[in-house]
């Protein structure tokens, strides 16, 4: 046993070294966190929020002022083209007719002695018993009386057009979407006509007016498909179409947006209008491509310098604009795992989903690429601390 305790305490003192010195190599080495490189369908989308509204609404109002002494339809009610929905007290207006009659008449009364005056007067000047300023008094006289009878009829005709007025009708079919006034209410048409009724024309054909902003709506498209959810089906995928992009820009605290218009069929009758729509305009779709995360296009390695603020590599002649930008933004440099030790790999991007990136070129399928770096100091420095700031004691 006094010969064995020499080489008992040698091998133990080597042990204890190389320990120390596996421990001393593995707090300066790197983790690196992969992904690899797979094949899958990859779809691009465009976001935006907007509303549901009836393909064509009209709002129906009054033209004249008064009570509304009966309502014919209600929220929800299908109406026909020509069909009485309100009615407006006619009382006054019947009135204004009346008098408007009677002013006729008394003109055309008048008109018929401005025309035998006149008559009579020709006699008398062609038997030279009557002057010519008798006659040209006469012929005045007559012609003001036939100006007289345009003019009450004129009055009577808008009098009578105010009573017709005064019997709402819907100008399309549809559907009452929205009721605002009450029997016995008052509606008054000084400025606008009132609105009394909305009314949808067909709710199996909706449409979305979406605000799509600026920098997304150069990718934007008539024609391309839509998907959308609404809050009141949040397990439920609905499909529609872009039909319009529209010119106006939309400014609202100096974010400008465009309208874009999208066709939905609602055969069900599960949409309703004024629900939010969130709306995903697939822009580009590919199946079976390369695709890597989209963590490994934002990994550096700490060593590697960070590229200076506005430098920027020199593009050849006549490669300026738009398809110079798109040169730069499609070529980017990942690093790809070998051996332990990272390389970097130049390759070219194509479209994105937001997570995952397609892969034109640069790498093939199963390659890791980086897409975090850890050390086992950092590791061991990342253990949460005792937040009332002294050790933790346990009993």
């Given at each position: 046993?006094?010969?064995?305790?020499?080489?008992?305490?040698?091998?133990?003192?080597?042990?204890?070294?190389?320990?120390?010195?596996?421990?001393?190599?593995?707090?300066?080495?790197?983790?690196?966190?992969?992904?690899?490189?797979?094949?899958?369908?990859?779809?691009?989308?465009?976001?935006?929020?907007?509303?549901?509204?009836p393909v064509v609404n009209?709002?129906?109002?009054?033209?004249?002022?008064?009570?509304?002494?009966?309502?014919?339809?209600?929220?929800?009610?299908?109406?026909?083209?020509?069909?009485?929905?309100?009615?407006?007290?006619?009382?006054?207006?019947?009135?204004?007719?009346?008098?408007?009659?009677?002013?006729?008449?008394?003109?055309?009364?008048?008109?018929?002695?401005?025309?035998?005056?006149?008559?009579?007067?020709?006699?008398?000047?062609?038997?030279?018993?009557?002057?010519?300023?008798?006659?040209?008094?006469?012929?005045?006289?007559?012609?003001?009386?036939?100006?007289?009878?345009?003019?009450?009829?004129?009055?009577?005709?808008?009098?009578?057009?105010?009573?017709?007025?005064?019997?709402?009708?819907?100008?399309?079919?549809?559907?009452?979407?929205?009721?605002?006034?009450?029997?016995?209410?008052?509606?008054?048409?000084?400025?606008?006509?009132?609105?009394?009724?909305?009314?949808?024309?067909?709710?199996?054909?909706?449409?979305?007016?979406?605000?799509?902003?600026?920098?997304?709506?150069?990718?934007?498209?008539?024609?391309?498909?839509?998907?959308?959810?609404?809050?009141?089906?949040?397990?439920?995928?609905?499909?529609?179409?872009?039909?319009?992009?529209?010119?106006?820009?939309?400014?609202?605290?100096?974010?400008?947006?465009?309208?874009?218009?999208?066709?939905?069929?609602?055969?069900?009758?599960?949409?309703?209008?004024g629900m939010t729509a969130?709306?995903?305009?697939?822009?580009?779709?590919?199946?079976?491509?390369?695709?890597?995360?989209?963590?490994?296009?934002?990994?550096?390695?700490?060593?590697?310098?960070?590229?200076?603020?506005?430098?920027?590599?020199?593009?050849?002649?006549?490669?300026?604009?738009?398809?110079?930008?798109?040169?730069?933004?499609?070529?980017?440099?990942?690093?790809?795992?070998?051996?332990?030790?990272?390389?970097?790999?130049?390759?070219?991007?194509?479209?994105?989903?937001?997570?995952?990136?397609?892969?034109?070129?640069?790498?093939?399928?199963?390659?890791?690429?980086?897409?975090?770096?850890?050390?086992?100091?950092?590791?061991?420095?990342?253990?949460?601390?005792?937040?009332?700031?002294g050790p933790r004691r346990?009993?």
């Open positions: 046993m006094k010969r064995l305790f020499p080489w008992l305490v040698v091998i133990v003192g080597l042990v204890i070294v190389l320990l120390v010195v596996r421990q001393c190599r593995n707090s300066g080495a790197a983790n690196y966190q992969t992904a690899t490189v797979t094949r899958g369908p990859v779809t691009q989308a465009v976001t935006a929020a907007g509303t549901l509204n009209v709002q129906v109002g009054s033209q004249v002022s008064g009570n509304i002494a009966k309502l014919f339809v209600d929220f929800n009610s299908q109406v026909k083209a020509g069909q009485v929905v309100a009615q407006i007290d006619p009382a006054l207006f019947q009135a204004t007719v009346t008098q408007a009659e009677g002013d006729l008449a008394n003109a055309q009364a008048a008109l018929e002695l401005a025309r035998v005056n006149a008559k009579r007067t020709q006699d008398l000047f062609a038997r030279k018993t009557s002057s010519q300023a008798d006659l040209d008094q006469a012929m005045a006289n007559l012609h003001q009386a036939e100006a007289n009878v345009k003019i009450k009829q004129g009055a009577l005709d808008k009098a009578k057009a105010d009573l017709e007025h005064c019997t709402i009708t819907s100008p399309i079919d549809g559907v009452v979407i929205s009721r605002s006034v009450d029997v016995g209410q008052t509606v008054a048409a000084s400025l606008q006509a009132p609105v009394i009724f909305q009314i949808a024309n067909d709710l199996t054909k909706m449409q979305i007016d979406s605000n799509v902003a600026e920098a997304d709506v150069g990718v934007v498209q008539v024609g391309q498909d839509v998907d959308f959810t609404v809050d009141a089906f949040p397990m439920r995928t609905f499909h529609g179409k872009v039909v319009q992009v529209r010119n106006a820009p939309i400014t609202v605290q100096n974010v400008v947006t465009y309208d874009t218009v999208i066709g939905v069929s609602n055969p069900d009758l599960k949409l309703k209008p969130n709306v995903s305009i697939i822009v580009a779709h590919k199946d079976n491509v390369l695709q890597i995360k989209n963590a490994a296009l934002r990994y550096r390695p700490a060593e590697a310098a960070p590229p200076e603020m506005g430098s920027r590599s020199p593009a050849p002649a006549g490669a300026r604009g738009v398809g110079a930008r798109q040169r730069r933004t499609s070529e980017r440099t990942v690093y790809v795992l070998s051996g332990n030790q990272p390389k970097p790999v130049q390759i070219k991007t194509g479209i994105s989903d937001g997570v995952v990136t397609e892969v034109v070129e640069g790498l093939k399928e199963g390659d890791r690429v980086v897409t975090a770096e850890l050390t086992s100091a950092a590791a061991r420095t990342s253990t949460p601390a005792n937040p009332f700031g346990f009993p």
